[in-house]
């Protein structure tokens, strides 16, 4: 693989490594701003008066051919050196096992260079006959970083930061931050190879096809109480089981095999798939942005406490950001959603003060809850009401159904049915499409796709949240619920009856700006909407989780799927739809670092990818439109490390999570839907001569996960399942 950005974190533990290969740089990620703190790995050999490294750090020459890959739990950098065949390869590791929070959040990450000597030669460069002597190293430094050697286990101290938010500010226009600068002392456990100054060292007497030297080394933490959650400064969950830094450190030694084997257990189960090697890389490069972002702390009532950042923007647990990475949660780790449905009500605001009077005894959610080191309040700019309200009930509703577990709504049923009030109360012409709280998070969209009156995004969203919430508090036996069985049957008609256009559904329903609010100015807008009529890439965001579990709105089916077509070919560019065929010829938006911007062709990947989650449900195949997202990533990143990179033509939302979207794929184009609640798991899938995992119910632990397999016959696709698998 080309060489590019990279990163590999323990999940909400604070550690780990970027590499910036094409800068000849790598960071420490720990508490602050991404990528982390600078720091240099000299890795390489020494070959008599010659040096060699990867590329890592400013110092010594390259080697002459270089590589890359990269696995969920690891990443890899190489080196040939063809006049002798001798080969090193520097290898990351981290425990992770989705599923097992023990593991998965040790604060512990594997660094191993192992060298080995070709059988033959490379290229057509002959490869001397001679043994080949040398010295391989692995050194860590950088400025501020000070080694101390103690045995087998080097301490390691330097300066880390957290960035905590002035509560008091108007954050409107700016969110201002203080630093807290502190200490950390870490350990590394030397666990092969021999301690020279800053690192490990060991020589090497190689034939050809010989193995030769490993050094390894085990960089551990044990962090004090950081993350504000409410007022406190929580410790890390780690800290449940283990007491000090010395007992992480005894983990690492003992468990280092564990640790390799694990890493190849879960590469075979992601990787086991017939989607394409675009695919296979989305899903381990957004793993990696996800897992730099997660913080898992517990409160002191003893409650997890889950959140993840907003990529380069910084806010905990964004609504919208969550939604998008749905299918993670509801195929790889579903326990982690279930914290946030817990959370986000804590952060519920009152809905008069968006609707005045007629908001009483109602709710909604805003955005997020917190920013960079606090998670004490909602601190974006401007509220996201409606968007965000129909967000969490399709996330409880999705969540109960794929797992079958009802505490969340059975806690929180009072919660979601005000939420479901304010979303109904928004509708204030009685058409059942809300045209109050309708600025939503494409903050970088014309003023028709961003915070329209009677959007038709938000329509089939809360026409989608009400049916679920619904559900939910029948389930519940909350009664009383005409008023929202008469808004989703009237949200229904009237997006069937004003929302279609000949072959796709309208942005927004109204035709001019009149009554609505710039979210960002706060000032009142009028005039011509334009735009409203261009097709656009949201009609179906609101379905894709429902369609893993079966529910179906009511929307007709051949009109979703001619949308879904015709905006899909209105939008595609080189990496991807951008957010609606409308071309806005001039800026009128406000431009916010740090927060926002604006271009008239941008667009979102994980949005796409959402979009193809709910097409290959209904039977169209834009999988292979993995390819475009893949070449961005790969654009961005081999000229600095972005990570996911989630905007194209404009914007900077980078090092983002919400990529993980992409997992959704596989039981998309398995057409597989699982309903815990009624017990009913249905197969329809996409493609012939196709294999898929079915992460939902996979064993991580042994590396296996049970798997569609289709073929062609007679024109029809046929499926087999393992006999686990009862449909």
């Known amino acids: 693989m080309q060489l590019m950005g990279d990163c590999l974190s323990v999940l909400g533990s604070r550690l780990g490594m970027t590499w910036d290969p094409v800068n000849r740089q790598a960071y420490l990620i720990r508490h602050g701003k991404h990528p982390g703190i600078p720091l240099h790995i000299k890795a390489g050999v020494k070959l008599q008066e010659r040096e060699l490294v990867l590329p890592l750090t400013a110092e010594g020459n390259l080697f002459e051919f270089m590589d890359q890959d990269s696995s969920a739990c690891s990443m890899k950098l190489s080196g040939i050196d063809a006049a002798t065949g001798i080969r090193v390869k520097l290898t990351v590791t981290i425990p992770f096992r989705p599923r097992d929070a023990a593991f998965s959040t040790v604060p512990v990450i594997y660094t191993e260079l192992a060298v080995d000597r070709m059988p033959s030669s490379f290229r057509w460069i002959a490869q001397t006959e001679d043994l080949v002597e040398g010295d391989a190293f692995l050194e860590i430094h950088g400025e501020g970083f000070s080694w101390n050697s103690r045995g087998r286990v080097a301490e390691v101290g330097y300066d880390s930061a957290i960035y905590r938010p002035y509560e008091e500010d108007d954050t409107r226009r700016e969110i201002r931050y203080h630093e807290e600068r502190f200490s950390c002392t870490d350990q590394v456990a030397i666990l092969q190879g021999e301690w020279k100054g800053q690192g490990v060292a060991a020589p090497f007497s190689l034939s050809k096809g010989e193995k030769g030297s490993v050094l390894s080394l085990a960089w551990c933490v044990y962090d004090q109480p950081l993350l504000n959650v409410l007022g406190h400064n929580c410790p890390f969950e780690y800290t449940r089981r283990f007491e000090n830094l010395e007992q992480v450190v005894e983990w690492a030694i003992l468990n280092a095999l564990e640790v390799q084997a694990n890493a190849v257990r879960?590469?075979?189960?992601?990787?086991?798939?017939?989607?394409?090697?675009?695919?296979?890389?989305?899903?381990?490069?957004?793993?990696?942005?996800?897992?730099?972002?997660?913080?898992?702390?517990?409160?002191?009532?003893?409650?997890?406490?889950?959140?993840?950042?907003?990529?380069?923007?910084?806010?905990?647990?964004?609504?919208?950001?969550?939604?998008?990475?749905?299918?993670?949660?509801?195929?790889?780790?579903?326990?982690?959603?279930?914290?946030?449905?817990?959370?986000?009500?804590?952060?519920?605001?009152?809905?008069?003060?968006?609707?005045?009077?007629?908001?009483?005894?109602?709710?909604?959610?805003?955005?997020?809850?917190?920013?960079?080191?606090?998670?004490?309040?909602?601190?974006?700019?401007?509220e996201m009401e409606v968007e965000e309200s129909a967000n969490y009930i399709l996330l409880a509703y999705t969540h109960w159904r794929r797992t079958g577990k009802s505490d969340v709504l059975n806690t929180h049923k009072a919660f979601i049915r005000k939420l479901m009030s304010f979303i109904v109360k928004c509708d204030t012409t009685g058409n059942g499409i809300p045209n109050k709280g309708c600025a939503n998070t494409l903050d970088d969209a014309s003023p028709a796709i961003q915070y329209g009156s009677e959007q038709v995004y938000l329509g089939v969203k809360s026409l989608a949240a009400c049916q679920a919430g619904i559900k939910m508090l029948e389930y519940a036996g909350h009664g009383e619920l005409e008023d929202f069985r008469e808004f989703q049957q009237k949200a229904l008609e009237t997006i069937e009856d004003e929302g279609w256009l000949e072959d796709h559904y309208a942005a927004t329903l109204t035709r001019t700006l009149d009554g609505t609010i710039d979210p960002w100015t706060g000032e009142p807008k009028s005039g011509e909407l334009a735009g409203w009529d261009a097709h656009h890439i949201y009609t179906a965001n609101g379905l894709a989780l429902l369609d893993m579990v079966g529910h179906d709105t009511g929307l007709e089916s051949s009109r979703l799927k001619s949308d879904l077509v015709s905006s899909t070919e209105k939008t595609l560019g080189r990496y991807g739809s951008r957010h609606t065929s409308y071309i806005e010829q001039e800026d009128t938006s406000v431009f916010v670092p740090g927060l926002a911007s604006h271009s008239p062709k941008v667009g979102w990947i994980s949005m796409n990818l959402i979009r193809d989650i709910a097409a290959a449900y209904r039977g169209i195949d834009l999988i292979t439109l993995a390819e475009n997202y893949w070449s961005w990533q790969c654009t961005t990143n081999t000229q600095e490390t972005a990570m996911f990179f989630e905007t194209f033509y404009g914007n900077n939302l980078s090092f983002y999570p919400r990529g993980v979207a992409v997992y959704g794929y596989m039981d998309a184009a398995a057409g597989f839907v699982c309903d815990a609640v009624e017990g009913k798991m249905l197969v329809n899938p996409l493609r012939g001569s196709m294999s898929i995992p079915l992460l939902l119910f996979a064993d991580w632990h042994t590396g296996t996960a049970p798997k569609v397999t289709t073929e062609l016959l007679d024109g029809r696709i046929i499926y087999e399942l393992p006999p686990s698998i009862n449909i």
């Open 266 to 382: 879960i590469h075979d189960i992601l990787s086991n798939h017939t989607l394409g090697d675009s695919v296979t890389k989305l899903l381990i490069q957004t793993l990696h942005s996800w897992l730099m972002n997660t913080w898992w702390v517990v409160r002191e009532n003893g409650q997890d406490w889950f959140t993840v950042w907003e990529g380069n923007c910084y806010f905990h647990s964004t609504v919208d950001v969550e939604y998008t990475q749905g299918p993670f949660y509801l195929t790889v780790w579903p326990e982690l959603l279930e914290y946030e449905l817990h959370q986000w009500p804590l952060f519920a605001k009152d809905g008069e003060s968006c609707l005045g009077e007629r908001g009483r005894d109602t709710v909604f959610l805003s955005h997020d809850m917190g920013v960079m080191g606090d998670s004490t309040k909602q601190f974006y700019p401007h």
